[in-house]
T-cell receptor
Framework: KAGVTQTPRYLIKTRGQQVTLSCSPI?????VSWYQQTPGQGLQFLFE???????NKGNFPGRFSGRQFSNSRSEMNVSTLELGDSALYLC????????????FGDGTRLSIL | GQNIDQPTEMTATEGAIVQINCTYQ??????LFWYQQHAGEAPTFLSY??LDGLEEKGRFSSFLSRSKGYSYLLLKELQMKDSASYLC??????????WGAGTKLIIKP
């Protein structure tokens, strides 16, 4: 069974630009969550999608948005990039049940110049 | 507010035993997860506890006390490959995971 796939692996952008990250969950997984990870900080929850609906949302500004498609693939968009958005963005998928473990992709490392 | 506390860094010797503690405060509780993350890699699932007690899985065990808001991960017969960050995460009443900053475990020969 293929794991969670995130593209691209690395991305360099400049301030003010926007970026779209992609995540393909494990086949059969309907829940996709997005996290931001920076050195010294825990994973910061961005949002969770389930069956194309945002089920949960963290405390990030509206510049961060996402969506999920009918095949459970998900995208995350960040607009008007700031230097502080430089981070590793991780996507995780899980089956329907909410207390099942999440399976993570290798992440997209976003650098803002 | 919701909070997870775990030590920033721990050092242990190859072959020894180490216990990584985690305390949590969440709005409601639907279980506690432990993940391992090697540098530059994705977190991988280690254990899940929702009832009080000890869950053993090979060299790794995880303990939960719901009344104390406390969990620990016990690693036995440490190997060099166990050098990694260990992440504790509690699931709140909205089934949202609240993550600790992680404990970096350094194993010395």
């Amino acid at each position: 069974k293929a794991g969670v796939t995130q593209t691209p692996r690395y991305l360099i952008k400049t301030r003010g630009q926007q970026v779209t990250l992609s995540c393909s969950p494990i086949s059969g997984h309907r829940s996709v969550s997005w996290y931001q990870q920076t050195p010294g900080q825990g994973l910061q929850f961005l949002f969770e999608y389930f069956s194309e609906t945002q089920r949960n949302k963290g405390n990030f500004p509206g510049r961060f948005s996402g969506r999920q498609f009918s095949n459970s693939r998900s995208e995350m968009n960040v607009s008007t990039l700031e230097l502080g958005d430089s981070a590793l963005y991780l996507c995780a998928s899980s089956p329907d049940s909410r207390n099942q473990p999440q399976h993570f992709g290798d992440g997209t490392r976003l650098s803002i110049l | 507010g919701q909070n997870i506390d775990q030590p920033t860094e721990m050092t242990a010797t190859e072959g020894a035993i180490v216990q990584i503690n985690c305390t949590y405060q969440t709005s409601g509780f639907n279980g506690l997860f432990w993940y391992q993350q090697h540098a530059g890699e994705a977190p991988t699932f280690l254990s899940y506890n929702v009832l009080d007690g000890l869950e053993e899985k090979g060299r790794f065990s995880s303990f939960l006390s719901r009344s104390k808001g406390y969990s620990y991960l016990l690693l036995k017969e440490l190997q060099m490959k166990d050098s990694a960050s260990y992440l504790c995460a509690a699931m709140d009443s909205n089934y949202q995971l609240i993550w600790g900053a992680g404990t970096k475990l350094i194993i010395k020969p």
